[in-house]
């Protein structure tokens, strides 16, 4: 830890003394302070910082009006999918056998296999293309779905899933009912294994499990469905087959003019035939081409794979507005911009100008470039060579042996404070909290749900981060 802190303040003392040395340049020098990575970048590490700290706050969850954009069941926007029953041939080769093919990449989920309507996080080792956005971690729950957002929030069951069959099972119920997933680097599996419903346990156990593949294809397989979809309750927990997906947007409140609330749109959603899904059934959804997909201007305004798309050259995006990024799309004024057309962004020279740069490209005689030295001369003395290297160098110097003897003086004051004050509270903390080997549980509470979860401390040392998340419709 200390030294984790020598490094931070010695970058920051370090920092400071540069942009202290730009400040400090001669006016004429007309030398312009920018920042690394341009706005973009600046808003990009501010949204991530935002988005770690979302959690912490309330997020409402709602639809889009009608006419910005209309949900559709089955719409054929973003996911077209066939569904197999038990005597079509392909339904037994889209099951993934997790008992005798992929054994050794098999893990069982230990805290979800023995926990009710809880959550946890898990890492994938490949981009898995979800809605045109490529995600690297999704969050597992033991109400037979898969949360798919960025940014977790109260209701993790209202959208941003996958979800195979979403309903109130409860693993904790038996020894034999578990969670387990697999990950071999193009394909990830999570299955719920004799799975039963929280207080319907006599009706059966339940086997499914949903497939992602590399290429963005989503599987969703049925081994056993003792109970119909439609006879299950959702009084106590949302019941729902299909896929979903949304983006935050920042809206302004009606209580105070610059505070703003954070709401969570659903622009999508894939519901499919529940009366389909049967002991032995299977669905296959295969991604559609979304203008995200695109890299240029060009391909984003002539493919014919998609429509609607419009190129922001600010941010260099290919986009109709409705995805995870509209506030982006929004805060940069692309909305506009990408009515423009790809030769707006990128005018072509005049002849003129070009027929001159040619001419003026060969090396130039002496008496053609004296005024151009002259006058390159003059700014030099305004500002030597070596002046700008020196003054950053000198204070980068300074700002890390200000930080050094900081640092020294705080130890000097922790030790003495410490060996003078042995019975307050900060020693003991810290010696508590050095023999915790658990990681810390969040919790997500919705005051409209009756219900409540007890916070439970891991006794062993997971590497998935752990997430309890209530009943919300």
Not at 94 to 103: A, G, K, P, Q, Y
Not at 227 to 235: D, L
Not at 326 to 344: A, I, M
């Amino acid at each position: 830890m200390g030294l984790c802190a020598v490094l931070l303040i010695c970058l920051s003392q370090a920092e400071l003394g540069r942009v202290w040395a730009q400040e400090h340049q001669d006016p004429r020098s007309g030398t312009a302070l920018r920042s690394v990575g341009g706005a973009a970048s600046f808003h990009r590490t501010r949204r991530d910082q935002q988005n770690q700290q979302q959690h912490r706050g309330r997020v409402d969850v709602t639809t889009l009006p009608d006419n910005m954009t209309r949900i559709v069941e089955d719409s054929q926007k973003y996911y077209e999918w066939q569904s197999f029953g038990p005597t079509d041939r392909k339904t037994e080769s889209l099951w993934i056998e997790l008992d005798h093919v992929f054994t050794s990449q098999v893990r069982i989920h230990r805290i979800l296999s023995n926990t009710h309507r809880q959550a946890s996080r898990v890492a994938l080792s490949f981009d898995f293309p979800f809605y045109g956005h490529n995600l690297r971690q999704v969050i597992v729950a033991t109400g037979g779905f898969i949360f798919m957002g960025e940014i977790t929030h109260l209701m993790l069951t209202a959208t941003q899933y996958v979800a195979p069959l979403m309903a109130n099972f409860d693993p904790s119920f038996s020894q034999n009912s578990t969670v387990r997933y697999m990950d071999n680097g193009k394909l990830f599996v999570v299955q719920w294994d004799k799975v039963r419903l929280k207080n319907r346990e006599d009706e059966g156990a339940f086997t499914f499990q949903a497939a992602l593949h590399s290429n963005g294809s989503i599987v969703f397989n049925y081994r056993d469905i003792p109970v119909p979809v439609e006879k299950m309750n959702s009084t106590e927990h949302p019941v729902k087959v299909g896929l979903s997906d949304a983006f935050m947007a920042l809206i302004p409140t009606s209580q105070l003019s610059d505070a703003k609330r954070r709401t969570i749109y659903e622009y999508h959603r894939v519901e499919i035939d529940t009366t389909k899904i049967v002991s032995g059934s299977a669905f296959e959804f295969t991604p559609l081409p979304t203008c995200l997909q695109h890299t240029s201007c060009d391909l984003c305004l002539t493919s014919n794979l998609t429509s609607g798309c419009g190129w922001c050259n600010t941010i260099q995006r290919c986009s109709n507005g409705i995805d995870r990024h509209r506030q982006e799309w929004l805060d940069y004024y692309c909305p506009e911009e990408s009515k423009g057309k790809c030769e707006d962004y990128n005018p072509p020279l005049p002849e003129g100008s070009m027929s001159s740069f040619n001419q003026s490209s060969p090396a130039p005689t002496p008496s053609l470039a004296v005024p151009e030295d002259q006058t390159v001369t003059r700014d030099l003395q305004t500002i030597p060579p070596n002046h700008r290297g020196i003054t950053e160098n000198t204070a980068i110097i300074a700002g890390v042996v200000a930080a050094l003897v900081l640092l020294v003086t705080l130890t000097l004051l922790a030790v003495y404070y410490i060996n003078t004050h042995p019975t307050v509270a900060p020693p003991f903390y810290l010696m508590q909290r050095r023999t915790n080997n658990y990681w810390p549980s969040m919790k997500f509470r919705n005051q409209g749900c009756p219900s409540s979860y007890a916070e439970v401390e891991l006794g062993v040392h997971e590497k998935e981060g752990f997430i309890e998340a209530e009943h919300c419709c």
